[in-house]
């Protein structure tokens, strides 16, 4: 976390505002509203299909609202001065070089954003991959190439962090490691936005909750308030979003 805030009172907030993204004639986000503050882990939920990637993609600027605006640090991600410095993603853990090891994956990314090599050393050793450091990340297990896009997220010292699903493909110790680091870097101060399916672990990890469902919002809230009026954060997301299930199975 560097450099001098262009919006002080705004720093480490995402704010998603009025957002809508059509493709075609269908609204993957429809009008969606919500805001991320620092120093809590925010899961975001929702059923397959609601938008959460979407949302992401659209306030990482991988792609256009068609209407609305999403905001970091009170900027739209294209106009960020030092985006790697401001904002880490994992999204897709296989949106990687297979040939390229561990390393020289960070080190490219370094290079273009400024960053010096012994960044990439010291976050590959943060997610325990620096004994696989000079492997092949083409060969690494999907839990591998998580640890690895979230080094690749964490490069920039961000103060703004989102991780798509990151705990697929993880086992037991990988996904208390993820709960654990969720947890410390909200409690230095970061924002952190992650998405899941699993509730028991969200219930676990995160302390505020954003429910989206076909695109639109469903309630932003904490995960306290939200466990005093369910039985468990798990009844009420089903609760919750028992109208906006787009690919339930038949019962
Ligand atoms: N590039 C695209 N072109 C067309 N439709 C898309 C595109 N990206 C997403 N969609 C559609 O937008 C909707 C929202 O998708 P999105 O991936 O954001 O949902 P999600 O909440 O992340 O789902 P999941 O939990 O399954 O990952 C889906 O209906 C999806 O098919």
Known sequence: MCGAPAFPDREGVIEVKQLTKRYGRARAVDDLSFTVQPGHVTGFLGPNGAGKSTTMRLILGLDTP???EALVNGRRYATLGRPLHEVGALLDANALHPARSAYNHLLWMARSNGIGPVRAAEVLEQVGLAGVARKKAGGFSLGMKQRLGIAAALLGDPGVLLFDEPVNGLDPDGVRWIRDLMRSLAAEGRTVLLSSHLMSEMALT??????VG????IVETSVKDLTERYDSLESAYLALTAGSVEYGAAR
Do not use: H, K, Y
């Open 66 to 68: 068609t209407s609305g």
């Open 206 to 211: 995160a302390d505020r909750i954003v429910i």
């Open 214 to 217: 076909r695109g639109r919002l």
